[in-house]
């Protein structure tokens, strides 16, 4: 018997154990063209926060930028096509 739950893996575990839905939705408004205020607004954060959260995305995610967070959640299909959990138009 296995010790391993049964529970399907998230799809944002294709990044990082500890990246969270939270990652997710604020990665995708940025790709959707936000700022890092106005992420922070939508979903009801501090942009330090927003920041913050996204630092440890970096870290996570192996890259040092926005641009580069974004094109990888896109590949792995985190974010994108049809894919957003939080949003909408600009």
Same mark, same amino acid.
Not at 32 to 46: C, D, H, K, N, P
């Given at each position: 018997?296995?010790?391993?739950?049964?529970?399907?893996?998230?799809?944002?575990?294709?990044?990082?154990?500890?990246?969270?839905?939270?990652?997710?939705?604020?990665?995708?408004?940025?790709?959707?063209?936000?700022?890092? !205020?106005?992420?922070?607004?939508?979903?009801?954060?501090?942009?330090?926060?927003?920041?913050?959260?996204?630092?440890?995305?970096?870290?996570?995610? !192996?890259?040092?930028?926005?641009?580069?967070?974004?094109?990888?959640?896109?590949?792995?299909?985190?974010?994108?096509?049809?894919?957003?959990?939080?949003? !909408?138009?600009?």
């Amino acid at each position: 018997m296995s010790d391993e739950p049964n529970e399907v893996a998230s799809p944002e575990s294709k990044i990082h154990p500890n990246f969270t839905p939270r990652h997710t939705a604020i990665l995708d408004l940025l790709s959707q063209g936000f700022t890092q !205020g106005e992420v922070a607004m939508r979903l009801g954060l501090s942009p330090e926060a927003v920041g913050q959260m996204m630092s440890r995305a970096y870290l996570m995610m !192996g890259v040092n930028n926005v641009a580069s967070a974004v094109r990888k959640a896109m590949e792995l299909g985190i974010i994108g096509s049809g894919n957003a959990s939080v949003g !909408g138009s600009k």
